[in-house]
Structure formats: C-alpha cells, structure tokens
C-alpha cells in the first residue's frame, strides 16, 4: 500500500468538497488529518514512485529541486535537537517533550515523541498548494521521519497528526 499517496488522495477530495474562493484561489483554512503506519510497511522507494505518478515525472523533478534543502534543514535539525536533548538535559526521546523544531517556510512546526512503541509527530505546515506541493511534502516528511524511527529499535510505527493553516489551489 502507498499510505502517503492514498493519504493524499483523501486529502485532495475533501479540499475538492470544502474548499472556497478567495481571491484567485481555492482555500480551506485550519484544515488537520491524521496519518499512521508500521515502520516495516513503509517503502520509500515505492511512497516516492506513486508521488512521482501522481505529480509527474518533470512536475516532481522541479519542485524537489527547490524543496530539497528545506527537507535536509528539517531532518538535520531534528537530528541535532535529539543530540542536544540527550546532551544538555540527560533525556531520550522516549522521556522529552522537547524535540521540536520551528521554521518560516511552509513546514513550519514539527515536534516528536516516543511513546508506547510509536513514534508520534505533530506537523503544522503554515500553507499548502494542494497540487503543486502538498504530496512532495507529505512524502518528504515521511521519509524524514521514518529515516530516524530507523535509528530506533523500539519503535515499530509512526503515528502523525498534521495541521495547515492555509491549503489551497491556485486558479488560472
């Protein structure tokens, strides 16, 4: 199964229903959906081939030109706030509430717990394009996150709860 772009493509059909015009756009505003899988069900490469069938070879190609070093920002900044976290307070991420790292750009929040075996993230993305960029993101962010439940034996699944405060589409 491609849980980020069957996750996507749920995503897109509610925008479809409760979307509404504003200015030369499709918007819903303070939108939240959840995501969840096994790490060992999770195939980047096969989750990056159903993205890549969905957007387009050339779309994807383009916009994770321009994306690529916000993603690598936000996976080393996790992996330096886990260093830290480990460092100065003499905690695990099991035990912290404080593994949470902040931007401007779009993914502007992501915070991380282990629990219970799971991994949970909290993602506020400030805005979406629901075309254009909301599945790279989604992808993106999976990957991120699976590549450090990787680095945890004890977590068995991933566990999202994702919040945007403007998803929209741009009309012609």
């Known amino acids: 199964m491609n849980y980020v772009a069957e996750t996507y493509k749920e995503i897109e059909k509610a925008f479809s229903a409760q979307a509404w015009q504003h200015g030369g756009l499709l918007e819903v505003l303070n939108t939240e959906f959840p995501m969840s899988f096994s790490k060992k069900n999770f195939n980047a490469v096969e989750e990056e081939s159903a993205i890549v069938q969905l957007m387009g070879r050339i779309e994807y190609a383009k916009r994770f030109t321009i994306e690529k070093h916000?993603?690598?920002?936000?996976?080393?900044?996790?992996?330096?706030?886990?260093?830290e976290i480990e460092f100065y307070f003499q905690e695990t991420l099991n035990t912290t509430r404080k593994c949470v790292v902040f931007s401007t750009d779009c993914i502007s929040m992501i915070q991380l717990l282990q629990r219970n075996g799971m991994l949970f993230a909290i993602?506020?993305?400030r805005s979406s394009d629901v075309d254009n960029l909301l599945p790279l993101d989604?992808?993106?962010?999976?990957?991120?996150?699976s590549k450090i439940a990787e680095s945890y034996e004890e977590i068995n699944a991933l566990n999202m709860k994702?919040?945007?405060g403007s998803l929209h589409r741009y009309l012609d």
């Open 70 to 83: 916000h993603y690598a920002m936000l996976y080393h900044s996790l992996c330096h706030k886990l260093v």
């Open 123 to 125: 993602v506020h993305l």
């Open 138 to 145: 989604l992808l993106h962010i999976n990957m991120l996150l």
């Open 162 to 164: 994702f919040s945007i």
